[in-house]
């Protein structure tokens, strides 16, 4: 269907006969785009693969053990962590006001290190620009929930919802976590029941998001905050690998926000939007997978040094680049509360 769910203006093809390339579920997608409000979206399939097969082999069904969070969480940081762990750990130590254990790393080196632009957003994205707390905190679709154990491990009262059967088992038996199996709509969560809600990449995977943030708000007690994290398609990585950057991912992602059209979804669900920004703390990954797409049409299955070093660069660029132009950052996030 070519009419956009906003404006109700005709939209038209930006792209033709995608593939899958990260999962190689078989089939060829189209992406719509409306040019009044910049929300694109993707059509379905003509050979009607079905959306059931398009998560099998996806990445949020894991742990991450060789993440320093996850050590944190497990009580498994020790001064034999790299030096780039350590690095990380101290500074999130910072961030959060705690004092730092297991780092070794110099407090000055830290404090210079905090002040800069891609240490500060890398560490604030990994509470969700949350920081700590001791209110009540639902993460919808929370995956294998490692951001959650974080969370409690810095005073949050954490919950979780996720749809996946396996993800979910993972929150909970490796864990420990209070996971509930479902997707956004089914649940029976009271209204004005969290403190903080988050969506960590999952409103461009829901089939109607309107209804999504409306449940998100419903859910918010007055005052609180809502963040959303999503793919920017007005970002520097589309504009520069257009069909072959990273975060197309079709056919899982059925649209596409850019910093207008996510506020037009936050505005008519009764939310208020706090702050709209952009963040350039994975765009190593943008040029890393990107390029590979571009040149091989798939996601790469080993990263070799020189081009890690180059995905790097490019971060340090974008990251530089958004104190001059700030929505131009690949991921963008919305903070959002609600009046009553
Ligand atoms: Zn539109």
Known sequence: MLTCMFCRKKGEILYRNLIDVFCGVKGKWDIAICRQCGIA???????????????????????????????????????NMPLGQRIQLALFFNDVGLSVTHSSVNPAMIRILGKSRIAHEIIRGRTCWLGSGNGKLLDIGCGSGQFLALMRHIGWDVTGLEPDTKACECARNRLGLNVFEGTWDAHTFERNTFDAITGIHVIEHVEKPIDFMKQCVKLLRPGGRIVIVTPNLSGIGHRLFRASFRDIDCPRHLYLFSPSSLKAVVECSGGRILRLFTSARHARWTWVDSTHIHCFGCFPKKVGRMTMLCGMVFQICESYLLSLMPLLGDELIAEITKDD
Request: no cysteine; charged share 25%.
């Open 41 to 79: 979206w993707r059509l379905s399939s003509s050979d009607g693969s079905q959306r059931s097969n398009f998560y099998n082999e996806y990445y949020t069904h894991r742990l991450n053990t060789e993440d320093w969070a996850f050590k944190l969480v497990s009580g498994n940081t020790n001064k």
